[in-house]
């Protein structure tokens, strides 16, 4: 305990003298940077951290990137100081450990871990069955190729033809086999590996998009809780441990929570007031969009339930009646932005894995024999 | 039947949950997408009242008719990007070249225009901002 306590301590010091060393010598030194003086080390770092710099400092005034390094620090001390007051709840207040222990030891059945996997494997396959599509598009505008992430530092280049339709083909089948229960542990990983590459191919085009963000966290945690349902069911255990399950949970709760918090720490209040909400409305001249924006009231209050939807969505995870309340707000959330801005699609792909917050036994008990996980007697 | 117990041991249960947690916040803390974990800033920007807006777009031939984006192969969400993205990185002629030869109509001339629109008095401006006329 005594350890621990130094630990925290001497991260809160190295915390506070990281804001103060950015205040005094790293934060000029960006100014510079975007002034076109300063280290050349910083420089390549900026340009290199942040690519779209190149394109948006011919755009946008230096006071608008100081801002933006202000929210880096800031964000990071945030997370710093909520790291440490965890780490000191958890060395000393007995009953946030005991709570924090069970809210990781869900138990999840057989015929619900089958559910989940039919559900996810028909939400994955209609997020990624008109990819081919795309990708083959894609192909002509192959010089606008700007390789992100992994593909990017491997020098992968945009694939052609066959190509595409064996990587398209391959990945729908993987999703299948794993639906069909066929050596599901190895096709849930080869699926997840083919999903994050070929979605990468797709944004590597100056653009990322964020429909499919919730779907791929969950296809990146999927792998484990398969591998724990059919260790579980090798061992003969009466049910599955539902930590992944947690963890897949927390995914999707973040996404809608960090959403709301970059609009608390970008906009702040300007965010609740009428005149943002209405410019949005306008620009994307939606008709419903343009008859709201002449409605004031509606231009504070819509967003500022919005912001309060998405800050408070992790709530699903500590009161699980409150799902009730927070899915189907969630899918009108989607479908009114859709049809006043024209953004993403009646039912939003974030919307197809709200299925993890129910029990899917239902589900898996409909389902023919061989596509049921086998559990060992003991 | 024994009760449920995890298959990975602690430790590496552990490290996956703080691993994913904090690559998940990492794009948060730093304001950049690093895929395959995202930045969810869409709308947190502020908008001034009196905006003006701009797109960007392609004319082709004498007659300066815009080019649909499919005709280079992009879906016209990406067409805005790439055109807006590639100008002000100071690559317009570069794009206006990679278009004519991607584009199957031979068009002989391509022009990048702006198209400044303002919300408050409803106006709207083109702008060419480059020319490119095939060899």
């Given at each position: 305990m005594k350890a621990g306590r130094i630990i925290a301590i001497a991260f809160a010091v190295l915390l506070v003298a990281a804001v103060a060393t950015y205040l005094w010598w790293l934060r000029p030194s960006i100014e510079a940077v975007l002034q076109g003086a300063g280290p050349v080390w910083l420089s390549n770092l900026a340009y290199g951290l942040y690519p779209r710099l190149e394109a948006e400092i011919n755009r946008l005034p230096v006071d608008f990137f100081m801002a933006k390094a202000d929210q880096v620090i800031f964000r990071a001390g945030?997370?710093?100081?909520?790291?440490?007051?965890?780490?000191?709840?958890?060395?000393?207040?007995?009953?946030?450990?005991?709570?924090?222990?069970?809210f990781w030891k869900p138990e999840v059945s057989y015929p619900n871990f089958d559910g989940l996997r039919v559900a996810f494997a028909l939400a994955a396959i209609a997020c990624c069955y008109d990819w081919y599509g795309?990708?083959?598009?894609?192909?002509?505008?192959?010089?606008?190729?700007?390789?992100?992430?992994?593909?990017?530092?491997?020098?992968?280049?945009?694939?052609?033809?066959?190509?595409?339709?064996?990587?398209?083909?391959?990945?729908?089948?993987?999703?299948?086999?794993?639906?069909?229960?066929?050596?599901?542990?190895?096709?849930?990983?080869?699926?997840?590996?083919?999903?994050?590459v070929l979605q990468a191919f797709l944004f590597s085009f100056e653009k990322l998009d964020h429909h499919y963000a919730t779907v791929t966290y969950a296809f990146l945690i999927f792998p484990f809780l398969v591998s724990e349902a059919k260790l579980s069911a090798k061992r003969g255990q009466s049910s599955i441990p539902g930590w992944t399950l947690q963890l897949i949970r927390i995914a999707i709760v973040g996404a809608y929570f960090l959403s709301g918090m970059e609009k608390l720490l970008i906009s702040g209040s300007q965010w609740f007031l009428s005149d943002t909400f209405c410019q949005y409305l306008s620009i994307n001249g939606r008709p419903v969009g343009i008859w709201l924006s002449q409605q004031p009231l509606l231009c504070t209050l819509l967003p500022t339930g919005a912001v309060l939807f998405q800050v408070l969505f992790p709530m699903v995870l500590f009161f699980p009646r409150s799902r009730w309340f927070f899915l189907p707000a969630g899918v009108l959330f989607h479908f009114s932005v859709w049809l006043m801005m024209g953004i993403g699609a009646p039912l939003h792909t974030w919307v197809w894995v709200y299925f993890f917050f129910f029990d899917m036994s239902w589900l898996g008990k409909l389902l023919p024999d061989f596509m049921k996980i086998r559990v060992a007697c003991t | 039947m024994p009760m449920a117990e995890s298959a990975m041991p602690l430790f590496w249960k552990i490290t996956v949950i703080i691993g994913f947690i904090l690559m998940m916040l990492v794009p948060f803390v730093l304001l950049r997408d690093i895929y395959p974990f995202f930045r969810f800033g869409m709308f947190a920007e502020p908008i001034e009242a009196q905006v003006s807006t701009e797109r960007f777009v392609i004319l082709t031939g004498a007659n300066k008719l815009p080019l649909p984006p499919e005709e280079i192969g992009l879906k016209p969400t990406l067409y805005e990007y790439v055109l807006r993205n590639h100008w002000y990185r100071q690559e317009g002629r570069q794009l206006l070249n990679e278009v004519s030869k991607i584009d199957q109509n031979r068009h002989e001339e391509y022009h990048l225009a702006k198209v400044t629109s303002n919300s408050v008095d409803a106006t709207r401006d083109t702008i060419i901002l480059i020319s490119h006329r095939r060899p």
């Open positions: 945030l997370v710093a100081a909520i790291s440490i007051s965890f780490s000191l709840a958890w060395m000393h207040i007995g009953s946030f450990r005991d709570s924090v222990s069970s795309y990708m083959t598009l894609y192909a002509k505008a192959a010089p606008f190729y700007e390789p992100i992430s992994f593909l990017g530092l491997l020098n992968i280049p945009f694939p052609h033809g066959t190509f595409i339709l064996a990587y398209c083909s391959a990945l729908l089948l993987f999703i299948m086999l794993m639906a069909l229960n066929i050596r599901p542990r190895f096709f849930a990983i080869y699926s997840a590996v083919l999903f994050v | -």
